[in-house]
């Protein structure tokens, strides 16, 4: 069965990622990052990281694939000693220098995907270079996945979930004309996420369009066609968001993993590819598509909103002050946002990843009560949270 390699943006999404079953799991280091504006892992951290997901069993993948620019060479060689000291299973890349600079320290690299390798001739090409790995495009079809993966003795990684880019495997442009903010340095702004007006230039005629978003695709989701993408033979299974919170990351780990195994188990059905969808359309997501599997998509692939429209928002509640592990009670403080009994609760924090819990009863002082609007409360959870981590409510 192949891999499944999860996003990590902190701590918390690390814990949340291995908890829920990812085999692997990658992430960015400051601003040599494909994403920049997320929390990222410091980089000492780093021996801690590696450390704590090779004893859980999981590689950990680092992420150098920005464009790189001569006054930054000296930068990637101190970042690629670092990597090989802290034991990184390998670094994910396609500028040339730092694919040279990998081999130089004897460290396993993959070819990311904005290297855009459509074809087996690419892939072959990086394979002599000596890649351990390649990411192909995400515009491939699945047909064009199982040809290059017959051509190739290397692993082959194919994206399965989360955003796709209205350009060709991401290397995009407009941030940068508009704002000076590079995609291809991890700055992207995403304007290609809003909503436009087409206007004639000569004319000033506004073209009547269906959908204003028309530069913003759905996001992609294969539960529906897992089971193909096993049969092509690709090696592991990715899920972008490096940006998104610790529940996004468990919800469609998990939502993964039980397809994965329900393949391998011939217990695959359409029951459960209903009850999945359901569970990853909880976080955030643009709608759905199957992106470029089938070919060139419709004219459905596009989202019609601008931004989230998961069916549960997080709201913050406060912090956690203590925790009784006897009773496994949490003791915390409301500093925002009521809770109620029966609420769905998410716990997060850097060493407790993600809980969640329904709220049974509530206690003031040892008095119970069915609402806590500001100050202390305790409430019974599913498993150890820590003081400071952070308490949301969840609402529909």
Not at 159 to 188: D, P, T, W
Not at 264 to 280: A, G, P
Not at 313 to 320: D, P, R
Request: charged content about 25%; proline content about 3%; aromatic content about 8%.
């Amino acid at each position: 069965m192949p891999e499944i390699l999860a996003p990590v943006r902190d701590r918390a999404s690390l814990v949340a990622a291995i908890d829920a079953g990812a085999d692997s799991v990658y992430f960015g280091l400051g601003e040599m990052n494909m994403r920049a504006s997320s929390k990222g892992i410091k980089l000492n951290e780093l021996n801690d990281v590696v450390a704590y997901a090779h004893g859980r069993n999981v590689n950990v993948y680092i992420t150098l694939n920005v464009v790189v620019y001569e006054n930054e060479l000296k930068k990637i060689d101190e970042f690629l000693i670092r990597c090989k000291q802290a034991a990184v299973d390998a670094v994910i890349c396609w500028d040339f220098a730092v694919i040279e600079k990998c081999k130089e320290h004897g460290i396993p690299f993959h070819i990311s995907t904005q290297a855009s390798i459509s074809n087996s001739q690419s892939a072959r090409y990086y394979e002599k270079l000596g890649a351990s790995c390649i990411v192909l495009a995400r515009e491939c079809t699945l047909d064009q996945i199982a040809a290059i993966k017959k051509k190739v003795k290397t692993k082959v990684e194919v994206f399965i979930h989360g955003a796709m880019c209205v350009s060709v495997s991401g290397r995009c442009f407009i941030s940068q004309f508009l704002h000076c903010k590079s995609a291809n340095r991890g700055e992207c702004l995403q304007p290609c996420r809003r909503e436009y007006i087409v206007t004639e230039k000569e004319t000033g005629y506004q073209l009547e369009l269906d959908n204003h978003f028309v530069m913003s695709p759905k996001d992609l989701c294969t539960l529906g066609v897992i089971d193909k993408l096993i049969d092509t033979g690709a090696d592991v299974f990715k899920i972008e968001g490096r940006s998104r919170s610790a529940e996004y990351v468990s919800v469609v780990v998990k939502a993964y993993r039980k397809a994965i195994n329900a393949v391998s188990e011939k217990n695959y059905t359409s029951e459960l590819i209903d009850e999945l969808l359901i569970e990853v359309s909880k976080v955030y997501n643009r709608e759905f598509s199957d992106g470029f599997l089938y070919g060139m998509p419709s004219s459905d692939a596009w989202a019609k909103v601008d931004g989230n429209i998961s069916k549960e928002k997080k709201e913050y509640v406060g912090k956690v002050v203590n925790y009784y592990p006897k009773s496994r009670i949490a003791y915390i403080n409301v500093e925002s946002n009521d809770i109620m009994v029966n609420d769905k609760i998410f716990i997060q924090g850097p060493t407790t990843g993600l809980m969640e819990t329904i709220i049974s009863e509530i206690r003031v002082d040892n008095i119970i009560v069915n609402a806590v609007k500001r100050g202390e409360a305790t409430f019974p959870v599913n498993s150890k949270v820590r003081p400071n981590d952070m308490v949301f409510r969840v609402r529909m």
